[in-house]
């Protein structure tokens, strides 16, 4: 019997086999790679990808679906299935030699920011991700300065990583049918930030207030951190909204803030 979607868990089963063919072909799977899949639900991309990969190790929250994947899945030697949240789940565990991990998911609507974030800890060790999330957010993660979809999450997903939008995925594809348009993204670390930021923490916290009220002007947004003229020092207009600033002058906002000197 199949398993039934849970909605506590945000499950949307994936049945479309163009769709599976394309995300399979979208991987770019080499010999001797090692893969990680994020939440295998009924297994649909989990078995063409045992077809392909050396060795493919699953993190999968529900433990009936753990139960249910292997005793599907029983005959292949090269699959290991963890019990586990994604979200406190320690991949670099499954990188113990320096290797580098290939991760792919259809990623749960409810958790999939935090989660991209709770990987982007352990980027050393991840050579590239191919997430099917809910289309806005593959905009927003894709998206450049002086757009609506451009935002916080814009900006630190493209410190880390150079993304790419690949296609779009449809409700039909689906079981339970969700409301929403899927689309297909890749994500790859880089290998050297794209931008010297002397504190990563500080420009997520600049970043989050730059845009905490989106309307604001920097002056306004950014008053507790810098003043409108050690914005203007650094050669950004401070006149302009948060939208319309790049990585590159945020990564200058953020480095203003974390050497100012710390007053008793």
Known sequence: MAHQARKRFGQNFLHDQNIINNIIGSAMIRDGENWVEIGAGQGALTEPLLKKVQHLDVVELDRDLVTWLEHKFSSYTNLKIYSADALRFDFSSLAPNGEKLHVIGNLPYNISTPLMFHLLETTDCIADMLFMLQKEVVNRICAQPNGNSYGRLSVMMQYYCATEWLFDVPPESFNPVPQ?????????????????????????QVVTEAF?????????????????????????????????????????????????PIID
């Open 180 to 204: 929403v348009m899927s689309a297909i993204v890749r994500l790859v670390p880089h290998s050297k930030p794209p931008v010297e930021v002397d504190d990563v923490k500080i420009l997520g």
């Open 212 to 260: 905490s009220q989106r309307r604001k002007t920097l002056r306004n947004s950014l008053k507790k951190s810098l003043s409108e003229n050690e914005i203007i020092d650094l050669g950004i207009d401070a006149n302009l909204r948060a939208e319309n600033i790049s990585l590159e002058e945020f990564a200058k906002l953020a480095n203003a803030v974390s050497r100012k």
